[in-house]
């Protein structure tokens, strides 16, 4: 059931990312200070998506026990 959750969450982290990136990408930054804010969040969503995969790993190890 947490899966489901944690799968959804993803998904849209995922998603989140490669439109920053595509962003980034065409050059949609303003200025340097909208092109850190943006680089920050890539790297702000991405560190979460590293702990949901965590998460899910303790989640899969306490389910085994």
């Excluded at 959750?5 to 990312?17: P, T």
């Excluded at 200070?33 to 991405?46: C, I, N, P, S």
Aim: no cysteine; glycine share 6%; hydrophobic share 40%.
């Amino acid at each position: 059931m947490v899966d489901k959750y944690l799968d959804q969450l993803a998904k849209w982290i995922d998603q989140r990312v490669t439109l920053i990136q595509q962003s980034l990408g065409d050059g949609s930054a303003k200025d340097f200070a909208e092109y850190q804010r943006m680089v920050g969040e890539v790297k702000g969503l991405l560190y979460a998506r590293l702990n949901i995969q965590d998460l899910r790993s303790k989640l899969e190890e306490f389910n085994d026990d």
